[in-house]
């Protein structure tokens, strides 16, 4: 398994260092106070700040975009996670949840998706998946067995020594014998395909989204055609495009500041770039987002909604391991690198000696998709494993907004705080109209 199940959950809000982030104080709730109720033969004080949540609440409902009546969501939050605990938490909280299910065998989809149902209440939620549009052994007719066999043959020993040497020299322990490492993931059409099947089972998942491209056509259909939305990652106009012309309900534009996956244009370039040329199609933003505000500039260029990733890996639900929290919570906005160290395809992470080692010009140059993955994922499994001994070649997807994120929170309030924020924005915004 590589990232999927969260064994313990961390209950309590630990804040482990404060870094003067606008989040320092929890909003007391998000009470939805109908206008002018409450507020006759009361304090002026308390009037003032009865009528300014009155007018923020009905600014709040600005928020709400027609993705999220389609979807069934109070807010047009959607938070990618591997992690289940997250997925649930962010969709009872009025978000859209996502689970990544690329690192999940069908049966380990299976169990999380039966866990996220029992735990989400009545919410829905959604699962992504990765059917890159070029991978090496694309249009194979293999069985994902044979085509695992068949890539796996192909990978250079000098890329496998490479990756045990780097892991040897930092002293991360082998894994126990027996243990097993998927190598080849869902990382293809041929091992994406049967966990599409599996999600179309579970009647609370209301989206499928795709990394990595645009789904091909039977699958968009079989999607759409079970009542589910169809969405897909891109980070240029030519892949959205391509989503629009495929008939995709929702294309989520991700900037290149975004953890994981990600193009070399910025967030602030390519959303208006994007929802432009995706019109009527809604756009949701990604890349970058880690505050009400920056969603708030998202809405303004007219994103439908803002789809976000990083902020989520140091929340109390997450499972990463305790050190490979601390190493986020540690990190700058200038610390993370957009490589192909890991998976072959440029994919942002935090930089250490593994993607300085496998960047340098005298090693060797990594691999494509998927077998680049397939020579890492021991080191993936070894660094999850033991992750106190595995920082400094870890793999640590994470967008440049991990900069910002500085203490361990529970998800509910990661999405009160980004309400509140935005909500200031638009006052802001507001108070900058002539009256
Ligand atoms: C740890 C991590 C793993 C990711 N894995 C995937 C993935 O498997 N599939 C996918 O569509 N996007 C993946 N992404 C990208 C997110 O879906 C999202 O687009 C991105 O995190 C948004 O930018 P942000 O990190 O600045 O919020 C990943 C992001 C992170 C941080």
């Known amino acids: 398994m590589l990232f999927g199940g969260c064994p313990q959950l961390i209950p309590n809000c630990r804040i482990l260092r404060g870094r003067g982030s606008?989040?320092?104080?929890p909003p007391a709730q998000l009470a939805v106070i109908p206008a002018k109720a409450g507020i006759q033969g009361q304090g002026v004080g308390r009037v003032k700040n009865e009528q300014k949540r009155s007018i923020r609440t009905q600014r709040g409902s600005k928020m709400r975009t027609e993705i999220c009546d389609k979807l069934g969501i109070e807010y047009p939050i959607f938070a990618f996670s591997h992690c289940?605990?997250?997925?649930?938490?962010?969709?009872r909280a009025g978000g859209l949840g996502v689970l990544g299910a690329v690192g999940f065998s069908p049966d380990e989809l299976k169990a999380n998706l039966k866990w996220i149902d029992a735990h989400v209440g009545d919410q829905p939620y959604a699962v992504d998946v990765v059917i890159p549009s070029k991978y090496q052994g694309k249009g194979e007719d293999m069985s994902a067995e044979e085509l695992e066999k068949a890539l796996s043959a192909s990978i250079p020993q000098e890329h496998r020594d490479f990756a045990k040497k780097l892991l040897a020299e930092a002293g991360v322990p082998e894994l126990p014998e027996g243990h097993p490492?998927?190598?080849l993931l869902g990382w293809t059409e041929t091992t994406a395909w049967p966990l599409v099947e599996i999600t179309l089972g579970h009647d609370k998942v209301r989206l499928v989204a795709n990394a990595l491209g645009t789904p091909p056509a039977d699958v968009v259909k079989e999607i759409q055609d079970s009542g589910r939305m169809v969405a897909a990652l891109c980070g240029s106009v030519k892949h959205a495009l391509a989503h629009k012309q495929a008939g995709l309900d929702i294309i989520v534009c991700q900037g290149s500041e975004g953890g994981g996956h990600t193009g070399d244009v910025g967030s602030i370039v390519v959303w208006p770039?994007?929802?432009d040329a995706a019109d009527p199609v809604p756009v949701l933003a990604a890349g970058g987002i880690g505050t009400g505000h920056q969603m708030a500039a998202a809405m303004a260029m007219g994103a439908a909604g803002v789809w976000t990733g990083t902020i989520w890996l140091t929340t109390a639900e997450s499972d990463w391991p305790p050190a490979q929290k601390e190493t986020y919570l540690k990190a700058t906005s200038r610390d993370t690198v957009r490589t192909r160290a890991w998976t072959g395809k440029p994919c942002r992470v935090l930089r250490n000696d593994w993607t300085d080692a496998w960047d340098a010009n005298d090693t060797p140059d990594p691999l494509g998709l998927p077998l680049q993955y397939m020579v890492t994922s021991d080191a993936v499994v070894r660094g999850?494993?033991?992750a106190s001994q595995a920082q400094s070649v870890g793999f640590s997807p994470a967008g440049q907004i991990v900069g910002s994120v500085s203490a361990v929170k529970p998800v509910r309030l990661v999405i009160q705080e980004m309400i509140e924020e935005y909500l200031d924005a638009?006052?802001?915004?507001?108070?900058?109209m002539p009256e």
Request: hydrophobic share 45%.
């Open 384 to 386: 999850h494993m033991y």
């Open 181 to 183: 490492v998927q190598e």
């Open 84 to 91: 289940r605990d997250v997925v649930a938490a962010v969709s």
């Open 426 to 432: 638009v006052e802001r915004l507001n108070d900058l």
């Open 273 to 275: 770039e994007v929802i």
């Open 22 to 25: 606008a989040r320092g104080n």
